[in-house]
């Protein structure tokens, strides 16, 4: 699979989906329980929807480009168990967590390249804005319709 700069085989994949697995099954997440990804579309996202399909566990992606409504309302109306999400969205998805619910950071991947124009590459820069950045120079943009190259 490739994402951005981001290259692993299935096998790496999955083999780093097998200890998630176990995470999200200490955290009470078990066959047909759901758990939300508020995750980028990133290897990252790859292995924790194949970490919840070994353990029957049901994936929610939600938007995160939504805002906390949004985001805790496919939270809380999946009665998701654990909540998976980016560290940057964290402020979006703390502040309507339903109680009960388990909240796992995840790290931002530090490239975002691979995403499509006007996506968040962090909390204030954002790919494709016709905004000059701090140097002057304007961001060159390579699009993907999927997103994996």
């Known amino acids: 699979m490739r994402c951005g700069n981001d290259v692993r085989t299935h096998s790496e994949i999955r083999a780093r989906a097998t200890p998630l697995a176990s995470a999200l099954s200490a955290l009470g997440a078990g066959h047909g329980d759901r758990y939300a990804l508020v995750m980028r579309n990133e290897t990252g996202f790859a292995e924790a929807t194949l ?65 499509r124009r006007g996506q968040h590459l962090s909390g204030r820069d954002r790919i494709g804005d016709t905004r000059p950045r701090r140097s002057g120079r304007r ?5 993907s319709r999927s997103g994996f190259r």
């Open 51 to 115: 970490a919840g399909a070994a353990i029957g566990a049901v994936p929610v992606p939600a938007n995160w480009h939504g805002n906390s409504d949004d985001l805790g309302h496919v939270i809380s109306d999946s009665a998701a168990k654990v909540v998976l999400v980016h560290t940057d969205l964290l402020p979006k998805v703390e502040a309507v967590l339903p109680p009960g619910t388990t909240i796992v950071e995840v790290r931002t991947p530090e490239r975002h390249d691979h995403l």
């Open 139 to 143: 961001r060159s943009v390579r699009h």
